[in-house]
């Protein structure tokens, strides 16, 4: 193998002084820019690499963030990185990225190789089966900022970014019974995550509030697949008294349930309503297009980087323990209009 070349070789062929090469790479006004050029076109020249390792274990920064997220695959979770992405760039960081694949035990990992590879600071969405953030300690007695968002848990430590879930699912229940749904089924993941929980709280709390009864058996719990909107689809479809509207936590689902629906001959949503929850592009894809939450990912992401940035550069107005909520709509499509609008 080639040896790897140094300061010390670039000095050496061109009969100056190390510091004089040490101050050009890091681009300090006193060389120069015909020495500096010099420099430059030597060090491409013996393929020097910079010792980034040793500069920042001098410096105590990588300006590096780590970012561990449940899956990847997913565009929600794509949108809130390109956000993250954007905003840390424009500071100079760069990012590590790694996904949980839905499984505490590799978030275990990840914040394990994170913490190794010491990042400045952490963002993170949990895995479905997360109880505890005893991971993430190392991080908290070591003062690294850790910022949480979509996918939170109560805690003492860091900041949560989030939206208001329970108001979205409750507006979107609430949009379905005023389009005449009086039996809603809501298919859902299992209730372990701060989304979930939340959802079908804004569901049930709807349902009351407007004087309709839950029931238990009106809660399908999936991996919010299309394919297990279709098996959903099916299960309401064999059921005695058949639902009227279907709110599902996400649109992939949702637009599962649409398509087997149509092909067992139901109309949407003269028959069935159907909502969704992220406002993904399978929204504008789907016949008829769906109602679905706006869930605002790139922001979601700009504002959980900026908020860790902010922290890392010493803003004394940024708290590092608080939650900031997001704003969402809901966006009506045909998928659940069986009445007009009202206007204004």
Do not use: W
Not at 105 to 131: F, P, Q, W
Request: glycine share 6%; hydrophobic share 40%; net charge neutral.
């Amino acid at each position: 193998m080639q040896k790897e070349s140094t300061i010390y070789d670039i000095a050496h062929q061109l009969n100056i002084s190390i510091a004089t090469v040490s101050r050009a790479l890091k681009d300090d006004p006193v060389v120069s820019k015909k020495t500096k050029k010099r420099i430059f076109d030597m060090a491409e020249q013996l393929g020097y690499r910079s010792n980034h390792f040793a500069r920042n274990l001098r410096s105590q920064r990588t300006h590096t963030i780590g970012v561990i997220i449940p899956r990847i695959n997913s565009h929600f979770m794509s949108t809130v990185i390109a956000g993250i992405e954007q905003t840390a760039g424009a500071d100079g960081y760069n990012l590590i990225i790694s996904q949980s694949a839905e499984s505490v035990e590799k978030e275990k990992a990840n914040a394990k190789t994170m913490y190794d590879n010491r990042v400045d600071g952490l963002l993170v969405s949990l895995a479905i089966d997360t109880a505890d953030l005893q991971h993430f300690d190392a991080f908290f007695k070591k003062g690294i900022p850790v910022v949480f968002f979509d996918r939170v848990m109560e805690q003492s430590n860091s900041t949560n970014v989030l939206i208001d879930n329970v108001r979205a699912a409750y507006k979107t229940t609430s949009h379905l019974i005023e389009q005449g749904c009086t039996n809603i089924v809501h298919i859902t993941a299992t209730p372990k995550r701060n989304v979930y929980v939340d959802r079908l709280k804004g569901y049930k709390q709807a349902l009351e509030d407007h004087g309709l009864s839950f029931s238990e058996s009106n809660v399908i719990i999936n991996n919010l697949s299309q394919d297990e909107g279709a098996a959903a689809a099916a299960d309401i479809l064999s059921r005695a008294a058949r639902p009227d509207g279907v709110f599902a936590a996400n649109d992939n689902c949702a637009a599962g349930c649409i398509i087997a629906l149509k092909q067992a001959g139901i109309r949407v949503p003269q028959d069935i309503a159907v909502a969704g929850f992220n406002d993904d592009p399978v929204c504008r894809v789907i016949e008829p297009n769906l109602t679905a939450i706006n869930y605002p990912g790139y922001q979601m992401g700009e504002v959980a980087a900026r908020h860790l940035i902010n922290y890392l550069s010493g803003d004394a107005s940024v708290a590092v323990t608080n939650s900031i909520l997001l704003k969402s709509e809901l966006v009506v499509r045909n998928s659940s209009l069986r009445r007009a609008m009202p206007q204004g």
